[in-house]
């Protein structure tokens, strides 16, 4: 990955600085356990994922967490996709633009519930998504139903301010 003109950064480390600004040619000195691997292919609405927020700014999301896609396929946006970021920790207090989900779509995950939340919908490059790990080189897909797909999405309205009584009128 480049950051910048020319500056090499792998595992966040910015190699160019790491040599002492030389620019020298190094092995990465900080291997990663859990590098992030891309989809390789463009989501479904419904479909969850994980998604790696880093570099976003607080209070954005600043962590990996999982999310469900809510951007239609017929968007033709290659390599963007629109996701809402899910939570098992019930929002204090709950506002129309959060959903709660029926039953827990992450793979692996025991959680009593699931919340989107809509109002920190975010549209983010392929590269940020993968799918679950469940195990030891096991990773799943998760997925919600198309009735929940919409209501997550007027949830998403609703944080915009649209009236959904008449859609082309902002609150």
């Not at 950051?3 to 595992?11: I, S």
């Amino acid at each position: 990955m480049l950051a910048g003109a020319g500056a090499a950064v792998l595992c966040g480390v910015d190699l160019v600085r790491f040599a002492g600004g030389h620019g020298l040619p190094l092995a990465d000195p900080f291997p990663c356990e859990n590098e992030n691997m891309p989809i390789t292919f463009h989501p479904k609405p419904g479909q969850v994922f994980y998604c790696d927020f880093k570099g976003y700014i607080v209070p954005e999301i600043v962590k990996a967490r999982p999310v469900v896609v809510v951007s239609p396929s017929h968007l033709q946006r290659p390599g963007l996709v629109t996701v809402v970021p899910l939570s098992t920790t019930p929002p204090d207090p709950v506002r129309p633009y959060h959903y709660k989900l029926k039953g827990n779509p992450v793979p692996g995950s025991d959680a009593p519930e699931t919340w989107a939340k809509c109002d920190l919908f975010a549209s983010v490059s392929l590269e940020r998504l993968d799918r679950v790990k469940v195990g030891r080189g096991d990773y799943k897909v998760g997925a919600v139903s198309m009735e929940q797909v919409k209501a997550i999405r007027r949830a998403c309205l609703v944080a915009l301010g649209v009236d959904l009584e008449n859609p082309m009128t902002y609150t």
